[in-house]
């Protein structure tokens, strides 16, 4: 019983004194008034606020002030997977006509696209994903894949990249593992 009443009365003292991170009005005076400009919007104390903050940019400026798309994620080693990736191109490109080589490209686009999204890389995924679908139009699950990650994108009211806008997979150093 004397712990519970230690307990209550310790909880009443900590909800008395309030968080230290608390919101707090700033107590003005005429030099405080005095000194603030026209210009110059009235601060005030708030615990975690971006108020007075610039807003943060992209990795890669472009002309105009506008910010290219950005890339997140875990960087992964994909050297294998550019490697198959390379070869069923060079098929491709010695036999356009070959299905069975655009199939074989397509393939490897997916299977460097699932490595990317398990890396949480969606935008080069999704890269990935459109390149094995225009390789090969009756890939499912790279259709699936682009419909998945576009919604993603849109519930966080957010514009995927634009077909050819897709950012390469982030730079893997040996180190990394």
């Given at each position: ?10 909880g009443?003292?900590?909800e ?5 991170n ?8 005429a030099n405080?008034a005095a ?10 104390m ?9 807003p943060?940019t992209?990795?890669s ?6 910010t290219?798309w ?7 080693d994909?050297?294998e997977l550019?490697?198959?990736?390379t ?5 491709v490109?010695?036999k356009s006509a070959?299905?069975?080589?655009k199939?074989?490209?397509?393939q490897?686009y ?7 999204t398990?890396a949480?890389?969606?935008?080069s995924?999704l890269?990935?994903y ?6 090969d139009s009756t ?13 993603i994108?849109n ?10 806008d897709e ?11």
């Amino acid at each position: 019983m004397r712990k519970i009443i230690i307990l209550a009365t310790l909880g009443a003292a900590i909800e008395m004194a309030g968080c230290d991170n608390a919101p707090r009005p700033v107590q003005s005076n005429a030099n405080t008034a005095a000194a603030q400009t026209e210009n110059e919007k009235p601060r005030t104390m708030i615990a975690h606020s971006s108020e007075n903050q610039a807003p943060p940019t992209g990795n890669s400026e472009t002309p105009g002030g506008k910010t290219k798309w950005s890339q997140g994620g875990n960087p992964i080693d994909t050297t294998e997977l550019d490697i198959a990736i390379t070869n069923a191109d060079k098929a491709v490109k010695a036999k356009s006509a070959d299905t069975t080589a655009k199939k074989a490209l397509s393939q490897a686009y997916l299977k460097r696209a699932v490595a990317l999204t398990d890396a949480r890389q969606y935008a080069s995924a999704l890269g990935d994903y459109r390149k094995a679908v225009k390789n090969d139009s009756t890939n499912d699950e790279a259709k699936n894949w682009i419909d998945q990650i576009t919604q993603i994108y849109n519930s966080m009211n957010k514009e995927a990249p634009k077909e050819g806008d897709e950012p390469p997979p982030l730079p893997f150093k040996k180190d990394q593992k």
